[in-house]
C-alpha cells in the first residue's frame, strides 16, 4: 500500500525565516511526487512535481529514495506563502493522486 | 477555458435528505475525480472515472454513488445524506494514462456541504 505522511498540522514561521515542510511517502515501486498548494478560499493546484525538478515561487523540493522523503523548502519566507500545502504521490500502475493530510504554512510579519 | 467547475458551491442538507454534485471540465480529459477534504485527514479519494461510462471505488465510497454518462461530466450523489458526509467535497481531472507529464490533476473550486 502506498502512503503519504506530513508530520506537521501546522507550521508557524516570520517572514524572513527558512521553511522546511516534510513529506515522506512509503511506495514499493518508483513513486512520481507532487506538492499542492491551496491558498485560502482557492482551489488547489499544482506547486511543483519532483521529475521537473524545477523551482517554484523559492520553492523546491528533492526527492530523496534512501529517506522515502520529499521536503519542500523556501529559503526566505514571505507572508503571501500562507496556505495548506499537500504533498502527494503518483504511484506506478495506480489511477490517483494520493494525498498527505496537509500542512498549513503561516507566514507571521 | 473554464477548467474543472463544479455546482453547486454550497449547500446544507438534513439527514436522510438526498442530493446530486455536479462536476464538468472542458479540457477533454479522460480521467476525473472525486474526492472530500476534512481537517487533519486531508484529501481522501472518494470514487473516480478513467472514462466515459466507467466508475471505480476509491478509498471511501460508502455513502456515495457516481456516474459518468458523458465525458466531461462527472456526478457525485448522496442517496441519503448523514451528517459524517460534511465536508469540502472536490472534483479533478487528469489528461490520460500515459508518460508523467499526464499525471497533474487539476481541480474544481470545492462544494461545501452541511448535513444536519
Avoid at chain 1, 499537500?86 to 510579519?109: D, I, K
Avoid at chain 2, 438526498?18 to 486531508?42: F, I, K, V
Avoid at chain 2, 472518494?46 to 466531461?72: C, F, M, W
Wanted: aromatic residues 12%; glycine residues 10%.
Amino acid at each position: 500500500a502506498q502512503r503519504v505522511t506530513q508530520p506537521e498540522k501546522l507550521l508557524s514561521v516570520f517572514k524572513g525565516a527558512p521553511v522546511e515542510l516534510k513529506c515522506n511517502y512509503s511506495y514499493s515501486g518508483s513513486p512520481e511526487l507532487f506538492w499542492y498548494v491551496q491558498y485560502s478560499r482557492q482551489r488547489l493546484q499544482l506547486l511543483l512535481r519532483h521529475i521537473s525538478r524545477e523551482s517554484i515561487k523559492g520553492f523546491t523540493a528533492d526527492l530523496n529514495k534512501g529517506e522515502t522523503s520529499f521536503h519542500l523548502k523556501k529559503p526566505f519566507a514571505q507572508e503571501e506563502d500562507s496556505a495548506m500545502y499537500y504533498c502527494a504521490l503518483w504511484g506506478t500502475g495506480r489511477r490517483a493522486l494520493t494525498f498527505g493530510s496537509g500542512t498549513r504554512l503561516q507566514v507571521q510579519p | 477555458n473554464a477548467g474543472v467547475t463544479q455546482t453547486p458551491k454550497f449547500r446544507v442538507l438534513k439527514t436522510g435528505q438526498s442530493m446530486t454534485l455536479l462536476c464538468a471540465q472542458d479540457m477533454n480529459h479522460e480521467y476525473m475525480y472525486w474526492y472530500r477534504q476534512d481537517p487533519g485527514m486531508g484529501l481522501r479519494l472518494i470514487h473516480y472515472s478513467v472514462g466515459e461510462g466507467t466508475t471505480a471505488k476509491g478509498e471511501v465510497p460508502d455513502g456515495y454513488n457516481v456516474s459518468r454518462l458523458k465525458k466531461q461530466n462527472f456526478l457525485l450523489g448522496l442517496e441519503s445524506a448523514a451528517p459524517s458526509q460534511t465536508s469540502v467535497y472536490f472534483c479533478a481531472s487528469r489528461r490520460s494514462a500515459g508518460g508523467p507529464e499526464h499525471n497533474e490533476q487539476f481541480f474544481g473550486p470545492g462544494t461545501r456541504l452541511t448535513v444536519l
